[in-house]
């Protein structure tokens, strides 16, 4: 981000790009070795060429190579030099000319070789870096730049600044308005000017960019797309009656902020905006509800057409339309709708209803089916098909079940938002079908999936145990790491020499909570039916067996039916005769549902497991709500007994833990327990909910407690992505247009990888405790800022008990804390989740540092991974805390200076962190006192 991590293939341009036309000359310098994570060091901020030159980083590369402020003897040595590289013929790469199709590869590069030698395809990946020159003859004139193929690009200007980073579209090549960022920079200095970008790719990929001569300089300027529509079910409407649709609205412009309003052309009614500001060169995701009379939306309108006007001050307004064609649909067939999600997104699935006939008098159960990769929400639904005996049609759903299927767009698998999405999808069924004669019943539910949807249904259960009670993964891998080289950690990553095992550990234990396998305890309640072609070679059995092999020998057994259909592969739609339902929906899979349509009582012995309180649930009632140590491995294993004297005894033998709930009390008719024995301590209450807590020192004492809002739970429990899971807004400092670019750049990838809804602002603008918000809470933030210019970051340290501080010392030079752990220097920065707010319930991720340079740094951390599969921004090993300076840009997370996972009381815990290069605080203090004597 702020500076340059992702470098290594470096592409350039040695001729002038045409105004407004594609951009086609490129050279490269590469490539250079990359790994799978979101953060990768960068091999040129520290490399120095074979002839001896210090590398001094990709910008000053570029600088050198294309002659900005530099000598012409020094241009001609760049061009020809070459620098080391575990890729390059005789280990070392040098420039040169690019294909002009945009087709980014390394040729010369004997790949095969590679892979057959190391036996690792993951060494197909590698770093780049793409660069192209355009001129300006005169000052003052404006450019409009948006690339795709990759997240992030710089300009470099003939004065010697440095302008970004500026977010492209990291996914297609394809720059069709309202898919991609297009920003508009001021040439305010005549001469060549440099674009240059980091790429990852995996052998090849495809690139774009355009540079246009800004035209029309006094109208605002912006993009605008349709995204989402519910369906029009005939003769009744949407779902629930309200029409939301959702857009991008993409500004170029330079500085201004864009107000917007919208209006319906043709229909009747009024337009709600969920947010009217955007940002400069921010594509916003965006809700709008339309409101019209009840019936104007039931005889399935052919088109929504909308009339968006942009504003924005000293600029002439700009109107655009765009129309709508939502699908009609009969009941019975799939039908979509759309939700909020929980980070206040619209998003979308599809539901198809039940015949009321078939339902329980308790109300109808919910199947809910996650699909696979680049599979839509009305696709997944029918997928649920069958064409019975003597039928010339095919029959939609799940019998005498709701089916709904969610959808949401990114590199998920399923895991973190991605869950809470399949979380909204169902809660909006529940609410939307109370009132009808349908109604959905919230919990339990089953749990469907097929490829990475079916790593999806396993994680569900294996992390929701009451909430889900029957199973049916499709071809499911189990953890993101095992699967292939999807997500292999340290292995050709820059800098893993440097990486400490304790570091390693940590980052590791950041994305323990989405291996199902270690949690293959918690279906101790769940029925299984998991199934898999005996010929997949996309989903191998090997995920599905060992799945089957670990909960056996837990004991699981009964629960448990395994299939693996001879002679299938990934996907089929007919198993045994034509149109039998195939893969998701053939006669074993409809008697699996059929057969848990009432699930029977939970098991009076089990066992939970927990990495990540934030992450899992209750089951059996019984919730883990803090560990003794943060993200290390605990358990509750529960026992039903009755006692000599005839009472009724829950009996729960701890690891690892501090703090749990019981959610019925004891005593209670519904559970037949009088009386709680925790680690052999009798526990007595009448209270419909205990919160029992264990003495910290680990000693087994446990006592009656209450909740704490200084102390954090299954809300706060972190790690950073908690953050950004919820409703958040993006804060930088006023007045500080390097931080404003970068917010718009962090917006711009949560819009882009996930169609996340994100807005932002200054400090300045909106007061900490009532900015406004779309759901029921005051929304979470990214803060970006010292604590000496941005007073929302202020404001956050200011709480004493924190493990975190940035301080002056008496010679006026800032310092950072991590308890008594003090780091001192220029360029120190810190990413930190953190509470705020007067309740302290919202979450904050700090982009911080000791001086602007620090912040710059740390904020490379909110970098998206490789494409095809790119993953939001600080989603990806992250845990509460980082703390890092430049070694970050060389070594990736081997430059990392401190790593860890906060306390209980949200304080700096040893044994739970990495810390290098760090000055104890009393120390520090002696020497201080010594000097001044």
Known sequence: MMDHMFVALLLTSSFATTSGDTVTKWAALGPFVSGKGDLEGCPLYSATASDGVDAGGPQRIVRRYFGIQTTKEERKSEASRKYFSEL?????????????????????????????????HEVLEFQTLLATSFSSKKSGSARVISCSGFPEFWIESPDGNSLGPFAGNPYASAMQEGTVPRHTVTMHSPGTYVLWARIRIRYQGQVGCSISKLQNTNLVNFGVRPHLAPDIIRGEGPLGGKLLVSMVLCSSQESSYMELHAKLLKLSGNVNLQYDRVAPGQCLYTAVEIVADSSTFRECPSAISLSITATANGFKDTSKSISFSPRCRNRGQSILFTFYDKD??????????????????????????????????????????VMHKGQTEYTFGVKGSYLVAPSRHGAHNWEGYGRYTAFAALETLVTLSAASNLPARATPITVAGHSMGGHGAWLFAALAPDLVRAVNPNAGWIAKEYYGDSNTLFLFDQGVESVDPRLRYILHASVMENSVDAHASNFQGTKVLARVGSKDKSVPPWFSRRMMRIMS???????????????KEHWWWDTKTSNDGGAVNDPPIRKFFADNMQPGPFPEEFELVVMNPAATGSMGDVQILQQLVPYQKASVSAKKKTDGDGANVLQLTTKNVRKISISFPPGSKERGVNRVEVDKVTLESDSMTLILCADERGVSQWEICAENASERGPKSYGPIRQAVESEFVVVYSHNNTVQERLAVYIANLFTLTAFGHVRVMSDEEADIDTVA?????????????????????????????LGLAIVENPNGLAALKLGTCVFQGDGIGAAALLPFGKDLSRLAVLLTGVDQRGVQIISNLATP?????????????????????ERMLQLGAGGYLAAGFWGNKWEFRPDTAFTDHCINEKSLEHNTMHSEL
């Open 344 to 385: 206040a997104s619209l998003q979308q699935a599809a539901v198809v209803h039940p015949d009321v006939s078939q339902c329980p008098s308790d109300g109808c159960p919910v199947v809910v089916n996650l699909h696979g990769t680049s599979i839509s929400a009305s696709d997944s639904a029918d997928g649920f098909k």
């Open 865 to 885: 991974t490789i494409p095809p599969m790119v993953r939001s921004p600080l989603t990806n090993t992250l845990p509460d805390f980082v703390v890092a300076n």
């Open 553 to 567: 020998e837990k004991g699981l057994k009964a629960n448990l039916k395994y299939s693996e259909v001879k002679d």
């Open 88 to 120: 390059g013929n005789g280990g070392v790469v040098g420039w040169r000319k690019l294909n002009p199709s945009g087709m980014i590869d390394a040729p010369g590069v004997n790949w095969q070789d590679f892979v057959s030698t190391l036996n690792r």
């Open 773 to 801: 918000h779309t759901g029921e809470s005051l929304p979470n933030a990214i803060i970006i800022g010292t604590p000496f210019e941005n007073s929302w970051t202020k404001s956050v340290l200011s709480n004493a008990e």
